[in-house]
């Protein structure tokens, strides 16, 4: 059994024919350059794209297979050098029983079942060929597809106040839109993490997964989980999923949810925040609503004491971009020595890194791999900060 660190939500920006799938995803986001990055630069074991669904993309995963540039594994998703790639797509659900829109991946074996999954999709969608695209079925029928296909059902960043399960879609519980038998796992999203997520009860019964939901190469494996399998595959993760044989998970690593977006309830006009529980509009300009924060959100749900110990550990970590002294120059000459931004963040010693960077730089590092800097907090689509010398706000 072998650990392999697994980021399973990122987008795909364009085809090779440059036309686009996620529109406000870069332009290099394309298959062979996201499956370089991952397996090359970030050191990932498995890695997710969730625009799988989109016929022309299928169609390269197809060519590429067939050219031999990937190969598709007996027990499901594509070997590319050292890291597997899952065939997965992100749907927006909004029906009758949701009080607005949530997003939801589906992850299917095979490249076979994931072509007809796109054809069932096309029949209910407005464009199969775009990203996150509004699905007209309800939740349970979509379930009810992706289980028959053998696929794998986990809400998306499910606490996030846009297009999410707790943010948006619900009032209390997701018995309202989802049928809880076929939920294999769910996604916490950038402003949370375990002891968060996990004063809720309903969710104990589910694996929590991180992943970066990356726009951009260089925020791929921003957040990851990672997996304890016989080798990275669809079945070895459907098995770590339920826990079985072995196979769990073993830990998740992820921004500290302070510096995700969407931490506090905050004006996304202006950036205020409010002054007291309950003001109607923003004090500062007016605006009428507030976008609400994970952290508040949570306060509304919460029905139990968070239990870490039950739990794999939630490692906070800083993306070596967040950290000062670390621009495009230094990130590359670290690279040149460590390989990965895996090793940097979690293998390099301390002289090992001295030997490098000058010793400021260097510090920041180890400080931020103990937990030890300053966070401020983020809040209404804006991120949060690292402060490297003062307390968290
Ligand atoms: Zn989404
Ligand atoms: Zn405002």
Same mark, same amino acid.
């Given at each position: ?83 597997? &790639?899952?065939?997965?797509?992100? !749907?927006?659900?909004? +029906?009758? %029983? /949701?009080? =607005?829109? @949530? ?99 309903? &969710?104990?019964?589910?694996?929590? !997964?991180?992943?970066? +939901?990356? %726009? /951009?190469? =260089?925020? @791929? ?173």
């Amino acid at each position: 059994m072998r650990e392999f660190f697994a980021d399973i939500h990122i987008h795909i920006g364009r085809t090779r024919t440059g036309r686009a799938v996620k529109i406000t995803g870069a332009r290099s986001l394309t298959i062979d350059q996201i499956l370089i990055e991952a397996s090359e630069n970030k050191g990932m074991g498995m890695i997710g794209v969730i625009d799988a669904q989109s016929p022309e993309v299928l169609e390269e995963l197809v060519d590429g297979v067939r050219e031999g540039r990937y190969t598709e594994l007996d027990d499901g998703g594509l070997s590319f050098g050292q890291t597997v &790639l899952l065939l997965g797509s992100e !749907l927006e659900i909004n +029906d009758d %029983h /949701s009080n =607005g829109p @949530i997003h939801v991946l589906a992850f299917m074996p095979t490249l076979q079942k994931m072509s007809e999954f796109s054809a069932w999709l096309s029949l209910h969608m407005k464009n199969v060929h775009l990203s996150s695209q509004r699905l007209y079925v309800d939740g349970r029928t979509l379930q009810h597809k992706v289980k028959e296909l053998g696929g794998l059902f986990i809400p998306a960043h499910i606490f996030t106040p846009h297009k999410s399960l707790y943010g948006k879609g619900v009032k209390v519980s997701l018995t309202e839109v989802f049928d809880p038998d076929q939920i294999d796992a769910v996604e916490l999203g950038l402003s949370c993490d375990t002891s968060m997520a996990s004063q809720l009860s309903e &969710l104990n019964r589910y694996p929590f !997964l991180t992943n970066s +939901d990356a %726009h /951009s190469l =260089g925020k @791929i494996a921003r957040e990851y989980t990672k997996i304890q399998m016989d080798h990275a595959s669809f079945t070895e993760f459907a098995l770590a999923l339920q826990g079985k044989d072995g196979r769990k998970i073993t830990g998740n690593y992820g921004l500290a949810p302070r510096l995700g977006k969407y931490y506090h309830t905050t004006c996304e006009k202006c950036g205020t925040r409010p002054e007291i529980e309950d003001e109607k509009k923003c004090h500062a300009c007016g605006h009428t609503w507030w976008t609400k924060g994970v952290s508040e959100r949570l306060k509304e749900l919460a029905d139990q004491e968070s239990d870490n110990g039950k739990r794999p550990p939630y490692v906070h970590q800083l993306p070596l971009q967040f950290i000062p002294g670390i621009g495009a120059k230094t990130l590359q000459k670290l690279k040149n020595v460590f390989q990965t931004e895996m090793n940097i963040l979690h293998q390099a010693t301390e002289n090992e890194l001295k030997a490098v960077l000058p010793e400021k730089t260097a510090n920041y590092i180890i400080k931020a791999r103990k937990g030890e800097v300053g966070l401020i907090a983020g809040g209404g689509g804006v991120y949060g900060k690292v402060d490297m010398n003062h307390e968290s706000t």
